[in-house]
């Protein structure tokens, strides 16, 4: 399905859809992907690979890469330029925001936050309720069990702090698209 027209339940106004799904991916019928307004933006499809499963309430946004066997949970946001790699999964009430990379086999428990620009490397994991600040790195395999502040380097079972990160050039990644006004 290149673009389809749906009616957004949340503004009651009929948009274009740019999504790429496969035929057989595991998509629900309420699930709602964003699409860039007409302000000069290029628009950003979204792909999500035919083995993803991505429940009915889960909101995506443009220029998304959802890999592998990914699962997202109900009433996940997921804003715009994020990346979730193979075997992650996303559980219910999460906020991911613009820029985050997500590594593979990566587990976020309900309700947890991934702040712009993070990077949550392979097989970490997150306690219910975590959030993740603006920049921060996650080292591999490292557990999550409090709040992680913005630009530090986090490792280990606990996760603990290792360093500040030098480069904080988040909003420079790409800096002729600006991000959507949130609702």
């Not at 499963?53 to 994020?82: E, S």
């Not at 976020?108 to 949550?120: M, Q, T, V």
């Amino acid at each position: 399905i290149p673009a389809i027209l749906q009616r957004d339940e949340i503004t009651h106004r009929h948009r274009r859809m740019d999504c790429m799904v496969p035929d057989n991916a595991a998509i629900h019928r309420r699930r709602v992907v964003r699409q860039a307004r007409a302000d000069g933006f290029e628009v950003f499809h979204t792909h999500i690979d035919h083995t993803a499963i991505v429940a009915d309430t889960a909101l995506i946004g443009r220029g998304c890469f959802i890999d592998t066997m990914v699962g997202v949970g109900g009433a996940v946001q997921i804003d715009d330029f994020v990346t979730l790699c193979w075997s992650s999964s996303i559980g219910h009430h999460c906020v991911v925001e613009d820029f985050v990379t997500v590594g593979p086999n990566v587990v976020i428990a309900s309700s947890g936050h991934l702040c712009e620009g993070c990077y949550i490397g392979a097989g970490s994991s997150a306690r219910p309720g975590i959030r993740v600040g603006e920049g921060a790195i996650v080292g591999a395999g490292s557990v999550l069990v409090k709040d992680v502040e913005p630009y530090p380097v986090v490792a280990g079972t606990p996760a603990s702090f290792l360093r500040e990160v030098k480069y904080k050039q988040v909003p420079e990644l790409m800096p002729d698209v600006k991000p959507l006004a949130k609702p």
